[in-house]
């Protein structure tokens, strides 16, 4: 009976830290998916990069005013470019994310949790 409670136990503290650790690497993927351009913040997920996309397929290339994360007005002289830089960002900081996260799932035990 012991032996049930030890790995129950084990399984929880397991499950916890895997959980703690998830968490901190979703925060921190998310910290590098803020883009700050023209005094603006701006948070790149796919509705951006698919308005921004849909603006440069209309013509809309030059003096273009996005609504930021705090909901300011950002004026962007080069559409195109911030679709590179948010898309380059974007794309860099999933695949990050991915190979953390293929880690985190193979790491079996709590103490290779946190060596990660």
Same mark, same amino acid.
């Given at each position: 009976?012991?032996?049930?409670?030890?790995?129950?136990?084990?399984? @929880?503290?397991?499950?916890?830290?895997?959980?703690?650790?998830?968490?901190?690497?979703?925060?921190?993927? !998310?910290?590098?998916?803020?883009?700050?351009?023209?005094?603006?913040?701006?948070?790149?997920?796919? @509705?951006?990069?698919?308005?921004?996309?849909?603006?440069?397929?209309?013509?809309?290339?030059?003096?273009?005013?996005?609504?930021?994360?705090?909901?300011?007005?950002?004026?962007?002289?080069?559409?195109?470019?911030?679709?590179?830089?948010?898309?380059?960002? =974007?794309?860099? @900081?999933?695949?990050?994310? =991915? !190979?953390?996260?293929?880690?985190?799932?193979? @790491?079996?035990?709590?103490?290779?949790?946190?060596?990660?």
């Amino acid at each position: 009976m012991e032996e049930q409670l030890k790995k129950a136990l084990d399984f @929880s503290n397991y499950r916890q830290t895997f959980s703690i650790q998830r968490r901190t690497l979703k925060e921190k993927i !998310e910290a590098k998916l803020t883009y700050g351009c023209n005094g603006g913040i701006f948070k790149i997920d796919r @509705s951006l990069i698919t308005f921004v996309q849909l603006l440069i397929d209309q013509g809309r290339v030059s003096g273009v005013p996005l609504i930021d994360a705090n909901d300011n007005p950002i004026l962007i002289d080069n559409l195109e470019t911030f679709r590179d830089e948010i898309l380059d960002r =974007y794309f860099t @900081s999933t695949l990050e994310y =991915y !190979e953390q996260y293929q880690d985190l799932k193979k @790491s079996r035990s709590v103490e290779k949790l946190l060596d990660l």
